[in-house]
Nanobody, 124 residues
């Protein structure tokens, strides 16, 4: 069964940090562009947060998270990470990792594998 599994979500106060992890089952991530998306509420469109090239040499971020979030990958561990610092209440949502066979940081419809999501809640 080919799937992605996220972990590391939880509740944190504003200004706090969380690190999300994403691992794969049934396939390796080496050749995929990986991205993190978030959904603020059910029924709303998922927003692209960040992405990383297959080698890890290139990254891109949404303006809303630049300077606060960092994406990285360890292909030897088949894992992609999202380090989130200086969290704000508006970062609250369900975070998904996804794997793409398309061009670097392409549209969401190029991502063919998706995780089930992990909840991040930022609240005082």
């Amino acid at each position: 069964q080919l799937q992605l599994v996220e972990s590391g979500g939880g509740s944190v106060q504003p200004g706090g940090s969380l690190r999300l992890s994403c691992t794969s089952s049934g396939f390796t991530l080496d050749y995929y562009v990986m991205g993190w998306f978030r959904q603020f509420s059910p029924g709303k469109e998922r927003e692209g947060v960040t992405c990383i090239s297959s080698s890890g040499g290139s990254t891109d971020y949404a303006d809303s998270v630049k300077g606060r979030f960092t994406i990285s990958r360890d292909n030897a561990k088949n894992t992609v990470y999202l380090q989130m610092n200086s969290l704000k209440p508006e970062d609250t949502g369900v975070y998904y990792c996804a794997a793409s066979v398309g061009v670097f940081c392409g549209p969401s419809n190029e991502y063919i594998y998706w995780g089930q999501g992990t909840q991040v809640t930022v609240s005082s």
